[in-house]
Structure formats: C-alpha cells, structure tokens
C-alpha cells in the first residue's frame, strides 16, 4: 500500500540577515521541534496562493511574491511530505506565531544549527546557507 504524499507550501521567510521559524504543537507530527512556516496546499490551489494563505494565517504575513528554492520529498514512516520550499523575502506585516500555542522567532543564519528541525528540514537550512553565506 502506498502512503500518501502531503504536499506542503514551505516559506523561509527572510529579512536583515535572519530567518523567521516557528516551533510545532507538541501534539502535531514532529511536535516540539522548529520549523519553516507553512501548510498544505489544498486540491486545485497553486503553491504560491497556499503560501499566501498559511503565512497569513501562522505568521500574520501578506506575501507579495517568493523565489522556489527546493522541492523536497521526505518519507518519515509514518508520513510522506513533498515540500514546496520557496524564499519569502517580499513581505508586509510583522511576522509572529499567530496560530495558538505556536512560538515563532527570528534567528540569525549561523544559530539555525542550535534548533532542532526535523529530518526533510536539513536540506533546506543547507541549500539556505550556500544561498546566504558568502
């Protein structure tokens, strides 16, 4: 049998330097653990208008456009995603874990290594430094 694939709009949202990341409900899959905020993309919606939607919703974010950095498919057991990375650098509003329970912060580029992410994230945070470091 074959599990189904969530696909899933990922914004790495960027401004001065830093990165805005958010940390999982305890009671979600990956609980605990920080991530890139974003969301599924529902049946018919483009990965650019779910993008809009989830950051507006979990970080109080209007998008006004993003760069696809990656896509990523990540198998963890229990759950496969496809993520749809894109950088979010094109922004209005102040970014904030706006879903209850949902703790978001900026961080600097070289303390992503002090959180822990999970697994389908570590590809992301290395394609971001070789975009980022110079």
């Known amino acids: ?8 709009a990922v914004g790495v949202i960027y401004k001065d330097q830093q990165l805005f990341i958010c940390k999982r409900p305890d009671d979600k899959h990956q609980g605990g653990l920080w991530e890139f905020p974003g969301g599924k993309v529902e049946q018919g919606e483009s990965v650019f208008t779910a993008l809009q939607r989830e950051l507006l919703e979990e970080v109080n974010l209007t998008v006004n456009g993003s760069e696809e950095l990656m896509v990523i498919e990540h198998d963890y057991g229990d759950k496969c995603v496809r993520l749809d990375v894109h950088i979010v650098d094109d922004f209005t ?10 703790q978001g912060k900026w961080v600097a580029l070289n303390e ?4 822990s992410f999970p697994a389908a994230n570590v590809e992301i945070i290395e394609k971001i430094k070789q975009k980022y470091e110079q």
Do not use: N
Not at 1 to 8: I, W
Not at 112 to 115: A, Q, S, V
């Open 1 to 8: 049998m074959t599990k189904k694939v969530v696909h899933v």
């Open 93 to 102: 509003g102040t970014a904030h874990g706006a879903e209850k329970r949902q």
């Open 112 to 115: 992503l290594d002090d959180y």
